[in-house]
């Protein structure tokens, strides 16, 4: 069974434009998250769809807004970038609803760099 | 709000020796606990997880862990390592009621000696 998928797999942008990530989970699983990873650090929850409806929010700026697919892709979108979204955006996937004691399985990321 | 420490940025062990790597919280209720690997340029992979019941879980690659309330920790073991778990590893704590947030330690790389 294909793992979830993200893409592109890398990605340059400049300051103030716009980007659009990816994800699509495994199939079956209704649930997507998505973190991001600065180098040297540990991954940073951004958000958490479970049937195409935002069930949690990080601490991020509304800058950052994602969408869940009725095929329960997922997109991640992020405008006005900053020199400091550069980082790995994670997406994970799971099986059942939005409760913690459900095991994520991650893909690989993105990795967006911004100059 | 949830927190994770892991004190270790760095470890370096030698092949066949054992490894613990460390691993403290903070939740006031009862958590969930995960242990994931990140190979570079790779996603995490879960290690294991604690969620009730025997304080001892175990599992994939000969991995585990020890849950102890008293001390808020949950550190990792393996007994003896091999060239190939060198990686970074991360801690997350994760909560009923949250949704599927997880939060995450900063991580302990680990380097493996021949």
């Known amino acids: 069974d294909a793992g979830v998928t993200q893409s592109p797999t890398h990605l340059i942008k400049t300051r103030g434009q716009h980007v659009t990530l990816r994800c699509s989970p495994i199939s079956g699983h209704k649930s997507v998250s998505w973190y991001q990873q600065v180098l040297g650090q540990g991954p940073q929850f951004i958000f958490q769809y479970y049937e195409k409806e935002e069930r949690g929010r990080g601490n991020f700026p509304d800058r950052f807004s994602a969408r869940q697919f009725p095929n329960y892709s997922s997109e991640l979108n992020v405008n006005a970038l900053l020199l400091g979204d550069s980082a790995l955006y994670l997406c994970?996937?799971?099986?059942?609803?939005?409760?913690?004691?459900?095991?994520?399985?991650f893909g690989p990321g993105t990795r967006l760099t911004v100059l | 709000a949830q927190s994770v420490t892991q004190p270790d940025i760095h470890i370096t062990v030698s092949e066949g020796a054992s490894l613990e790597l460390r691993c403290n919280y903070s939740y006031g209720a009862t958590p969930y606990l995960f242990w994931y690997v990140q190979s570079p340029g790779q996603g995490l992979q879960l290690l294991l997880k604690y969620f009730s019941g025997d304080t001892l879980v175990q599992g994939i690659k000969g991995f585990e862990a020890e849950f102890k309330r008293s001390q808020s920790s949950f550190n990792l073991r393996k007994p003896s390592v091999h060239w190939s778990d060198a990686a970074e590893y991360f801690c997350?704590?994760?909560?009923?009621?949250?949704?599927?947030?997880?939060?995450f330690g900063a991580g302990t790389i680990l380097r493996v000696k021949s």
């Open positions: 994970a996937s799971s099986p059942t609803g939005p409760a913690s004691y459900n095991e994520q399985f």
């Open positions: 997350a704590v994760g909560a009923l009621g949250y949704g599927n947030k997880l939060v």
